[in-house]
């Protein structure tokens, strides 16, 4: 063997004998148990809202559906962390985004001068002069979702009722029906976002 052919191949074979050395210990002691991965897949799913929840009448036909940015994203996430600090359901989320979707698309409006609704503003379209709050109170999205929720928990039997009657009740809207064209939407996006 000529000695540079030599060398070389000591050279691997120390660079595997060191690299052993190295990687023996901390295999050693690595952590080596199987991953089960059947049980956390249920552990993920269980974590998901359970559909009859969040739609217990179905989808209404004729849903609509809008693309959401980042904000509108972010403004979702508010009305779901709003919902469970106020100790309600994933239903309530489903009535409070769905409500959103058709008052503002979940975006968090000011005042829109001649194309506003009087006083209307934020994401629920609530009136200062109506008693919802002051326009600071209205555009932040935790309190306007309180507020909002506090409507629905005086409706009796809300739970019960189909999503665009419960929203109806609260909001006083001169279309009541239009709320139930976002239920699927709305539904989509909590199970998307409840766990989160």
């Known amino acids: 063997m000529n000695s540079m ?11 595997a004998f060191t690299g052993g050395l190295f990687a023996g210990p901390v295999a050693a002691h690595a952590d080596v148990t199987p991953v089960k991965t059947g049980p956390v897949a ?5 974590d998901k809202p359970d559909t009859s929840k969040l739609l217990p009448h179905g989808a209404p036909s004729n849903q609509s559906t809008i693309e959401l940015n980042d904000e509108q994203v972010g403004n979702v996430k508010a009305i779901i962390a709003a919902t469970k600090k106020a100790g309600m359901d994933e239903r309530a989320a489903v009535v409070s ?28 379209q609530q009136r200062p002069s109506s008693g919802w709050g002051t326009v600071e109170q209205i555009t932040d999205p ?7 929720l506090k409507g629905l928990k005086q409706v009796d039997g809300w739970q019960d009722m189909p999503l665009t009657q419960a929203a109806q009740t609260v909001q006083v809207s001169a279309y009541p029906d239009h709320y139930a064209q976002w239920e699927q939407q709305a539904a989509d996006l909590v199970a998307e976002h409840w766990a989160s």
């Open 5 to 15: 052919l030599r060398k070389s191949v000591l050279g691997v074979a120390g660079l």
């Open 42 to 46: 249920a552990v993920v799913q269980a």
């Open 97 to 124: 985004i769905a409500t959103a979707l058709q008052e503002s698309k979940l975006e968090n409006l000011g005042h829109l001068g001649d194309r506003n609704d009087h006083d209307s503003q934020g994401l629920f």
């Open 142 to 148: 935790e309190y306007a979702t309180l507020a909002f």
